[in-house]
């Protein structure tokens, strides 16, 4: 059997992979905080027919041998933590990192999640919790008869409030950021969520805007770091790409139906 029908095969499962990553990465493109995944391919074994440096004469020695692959196979994805844009929300608790650092939710479990999502709400205790209701840590609770519209959080993450009836800021908590060696090793587990791995390295909390934090930005979001035209010209390439290898399987089948249909 031909060796061409299993590498391009290979081929063409290995770009529909690349097609779901970059699937993935356009339906979150409005998601706050998200960051885009690239996927890296790795070649598979070659099959060695002849080895380079073998002896040609008693002199003399070949200088190249003959190798054939077998394909291509994904290696890995990796999370691209650039900084994505801000956006001006005007909201007290849409908060944005500007810079390294994860925000920290505590979530069911007992377990920690870290998230570039600052979409926080406050549920009906006054504490500071995200969309699925998972509770900043360290956690933040607001003073009975506080005012919503006079919540404060300052770059380095101090989080003050005015109780309705006096106009002197309460100093309520401080918001920590976190930061991994590894970025790229964390483990995606959804609801803009990640959580720590043997690879990422274990968190190194601080204060924001200080030792290589990020500072923290009042009323504005992160928005998602895919930028479309990138990821429609990788789709291009990727379906230009998906169509050379079925060429491949077309062509190796061909020359297997002459070579089937020869006669003596």
Known sequence: MMRSLWTAASGMIGQQFNIDTIANNLSNVNTAGYKKSRPDFEDLLYQTIRSAGTPATRDTLIPTGIQVGHGVRPAATQKMYSQGSLQNTGNNLDLAIEGEGFFRVQLYDGSFGYTRDGTFKIDSNGQIINSNGYKLSPEIIMPEGFVFSDISISQDGLVTVKVAGDDTPI??????????????????????????????????????????????????????????????????VAQRAYELNSKAIITSDSMLATANALKR
Do not use: D, H, W
């Open 171 to 236: 100093e309520v908590g401080r918001i920590s950021i976190y930061r991994f060696v590894n970025p790229a090793g964390l483990k995606n587990i959804g609801q803009n969520l990640v959580k720590t791995s043997a690879a990422s390295g274990l968190p190194v909390g601080g204060k924001p805007g200080f030792f290589g934090m990020g500072k923290i930005q009042q009323g504005f979001i992160e928005m998602s770091n895919v930028q479309v035209v990138e990821e429609m010209v990788n789709m291009i």
